[in-house]
């Protein structure tokens, strides 16, 4: 018998949401760190010592325990076939052995087309606490240690996993043809969200420039980078996402810029107000295949346009 895990449905049934990943109020661009008032559901895991980690559900799509006999060596990457296509592994940390026989805890990660397993020694639990990262880590795999549920936890960088195994993936998919990659303004005052959606959007074939207000995207704005669409958080550290966007609207080069508007709560008024000025759509901030869709959604009057 294989138990099998749905995370997102077990989230529900303990009401969380999109909106109680979503960490927001970081004092730097450098510095992750995550609302004292804000409750996050993480995925608690073991990796190859007795460390615990820890990584937030909305970004896990399954929970798998696969043989590990299935898993073979192929262009230079461990892999295993799951669901019709092969699916590159990689372990949580360096201690972390990936076995040959027996049983391999996966945690999987999916956007579009690429697929990731990421091999733990066990699941612990699902939690829901507040995230308060104490100890910003130096390591590029960890956002840095937190306390949730009374123990010292390390918090997993999925971007420093994603781009190990992305460009090879891509490397054969009409995305990455040359002439086709959209430029994409991610604006966000959450480090932590920057980090783990940036990886994601270049995995999908954009090239991604990053901003933590207002005043930094209308700084790239006004630089003559080329920006193709801009995704914003509408609740932004230093002014409304809102009012970055009727500025922008000002400006006969950004008047018909793509956009596309990250919320937390979606209110009539603010609805209201996006419609006025001409936003293409509001996404659930950490609804990842609801911003790929958008994003797809806007590639065919891109193309044409080009």
Request: hydrophobic fraction near 45%; proline fraction near 4%.
């Amino acid at each position: 018998m294989v138990l099998i895990v749905d995370p997102n449905g077990l989230s529900r049934m303990v009401g969380a949401s999109a909106d109680d990943s979503a960490i927001s109020g970081d004092d730097s661009p450098e510095q992750a760190s995550a609302s004292h008032d804000e409750m996050v559901t993480m995925l608690v895991f073991r990796g190859g010592s007795s460390t615990l980690k820890a990584v937030p559900l909305s970004l896990v799509t399954r929970l798998e325990n696969i043989d590990a006999s299935t898993i073979e060596w192929q262009g230079g990457r461990l892999v295993v076939q799951y669901r019709g296509s092969l699916m590159p592994l990689v372990a949580c940390d360096e201690e972390l052995r990936i076995k040959r026989e027996g049983t391999q805890p996966l945690v999987v990660f999916s956007d579009g087309d690429l697929t990731l397993g990421l091999a733990v020694d066990q699941i612990v639990d699902i939690v829901e606490d507040k995230l308060d990262i104490e100890l910003v880590a130096d390591r590029t795999d960890l956002v840095g240690s937190a306390v949730i549920r009374g123990r010292a936890t390390e918090v997993v960088n999925l971007a420093h996993y994603l781009p190990m195994v992305a460009e090879p993936w891509m490397k054969s998919g009409s995305r990455s043809k040359k002439g086709q990659t959209k430029s994409i303004l991610l604006v966000d005052g959450s480090a932590f969200f920057r980090n783990s959606q940036a990886p994601v959007l270049k995995a999908s074939g954009y090239r991604v420039i990053t901003a933590a207000n207002a005043a930094e995207a209308i700084e790239v704005l006004s630089s003559g980078t080329l920006v193709d669409v801009l995704v914003t958080d509408l609740d932004l550290p230093d002014r409304s996402g809102l009012d970055l966007i009727e500025a922008m609207r000002h400006s006969p080069r950004f008047a018909d810029l793509p956009v596309i508007g990250l919320i937390v709560k979606n209110g009539p008024d603010q609805v209201s107000r996006a419609r006025t000025l001409g936003i293409e759509e509001l996404v659930a901030k950490m609804d990842r295949r609801g911003l790929l869709t958008a994003l797809s959604e806007l590639q065919l009057p891109l193309e044409k346009a080009a």
